[in-house]
């Protein structure tokens, strides 16, 4: 039975925003604690809050996936280290892969409707709303990598061809 391409996307677009992030991580968990909370004068002032905006923002349309609107990001203050922060981005990233399990064909036009922080209701198709998730994810991966590279850090790609690419390296 052929499965659904964009069912196939949205799982593989799943897979491939988890392995970024953690490249990611990993190269921030290389950082000092000054390094990791070092304002660089960017769209969120330190690695930290960049990569705590990312966590929080899946977290949000998680639940907003969920039927509920939270009132608010979780606060970047709330992770004073890396290792804070990754431990609350990996339950999240469990929630979403358990999310993410359970999305059939029929399941993909579910209407997501949720209220901003503004208290505006938004609806979008379950399957928009996924995609929205990653691609946040990908635009704020790139202001990280930039900042990364501000403190001389380690260059990571998260290039998405090379997630395909290492994949296929682990099936040999």
Request: aromatic share 10%.
């Amino acid at each position: 039975m052929k499965k659904n391409m964009l069912l196939v996307q949205i799982q593989d677009m799943h897979n491939y925003n988890r392995w970024a992030n953690v490249r990611i991580l990993d190269t921030a968990a290389k950082l000092s604690n000054e390094d990791f909370i070092r304002d660089l004068q960017n769209s969120y002032p330190s690695i930290r809050d960049t990569l705590a905006h990312m966590m929080s923002a899946e977290w949000m349309w998680l639940e907003r996936c969920r039927g509920s609107s939270p009132k608010e990001m979780l606060l970047s203050s709330s992770f004073p280290t890396i290792s804070a922060l990754r431990e609350r981005w990996d339950e999240i990233h469990r929630e979403l892969s358990e999310l993410v399990k359970t999305i059939t064909e029929e399941t993909l036009n579910i209407t997501i409707s949720y209220a901003n922080f503004q208290g505006e209701t938004w609806k979008y198709l379950s399957w928009q709303t996924l995609c929205h998730l990653f691609n946040h994810s990908t635009y704020d991966r790139g202001q990280a990598i930039t900042m990364l590279r501000q403190l001389d850090a380690e260059p990571v790609s998260t290039n998405f061809l090379l997630y395909y690419d290492l994949e296929r390296e682990k099936v040999k």
